[in-house]
């Protein structure tokens, strides 16, 4: 299994690492490119081909703000899957970043996760449905989450 991060800039490493913590906890393997669709097209389409070739599982993360491209692009020339997390800083750049993400081309479907941490699981889940090992990992990390909830009276 191997989740390859493409970013749109060299900025949105932070917002990539936040997932790349969550995968690393769980022990899928990742790698980051920053590629442009805009800027260098023939360079992300060299990732996105290294990727479709590959033998292991593998599940695209794509981060990039403003005009999305880059989600489109690798979706529209992989068959596996892309989890598409938009960056933002504030409000406005969130309004600009996900509208942005949402708006796919027909026949090019990118998931849209707007938590890094979501979009770490949501790549976890999908890895999991071919990985007993994995999959036993998610649903001990889900009974976990649920066991810290405790019912407690609220007080007024």
């Known amino acids: 299994m191997i989740v390859p991060f493409i970013l749109g800039s060299k900025i949105d490493l932070e917002h990539a690492k936040k997932i ?3 995968l690393d906890d769980f022990g899928v393997k ?3 490119y920053v590629a442009s669709a805009h800027k260098v097209p023939t360079k992300t389409l060299e990732i996105i081909e290294k990727f479709n070739e590959k033998k292991e599982r593998v599940v695209y993360v794509t981060i990039a703000g403003r005009s999305n491209a880059l989600s489109g692009l690798v979706s529209a020339n992989t068959h596996l899957p892309v989890v ?3 960056p933002f800083k504030d409000k406005s750049d969130y309004l600009t970043n996900i509208h942005s993400t949402l708006q796919m081309p027909s026949e090019t479907p990118a998931m849209a996760v707007v938590d ?3 979009a770490a699981h949501a790549v976890l889940r999908i890895l999991s449905l071919t990985n007993k090992d994995l999959a036993k990992k ?3 990390h889900i009974k976990l989450v649920k066991s810290s909830f405790k019912i407690k009276p609220v007080k007024e």
């Open 116 to 118: 890094p941490k979501n």
């Open 84 to 86: 598409a997390c938009p």
């Open 30 to 32: 990742s790698e980051i």
């Open 20 to 22: 790349q913590e969550v």
């Open 138 to 140: 998610v649903k001990n």
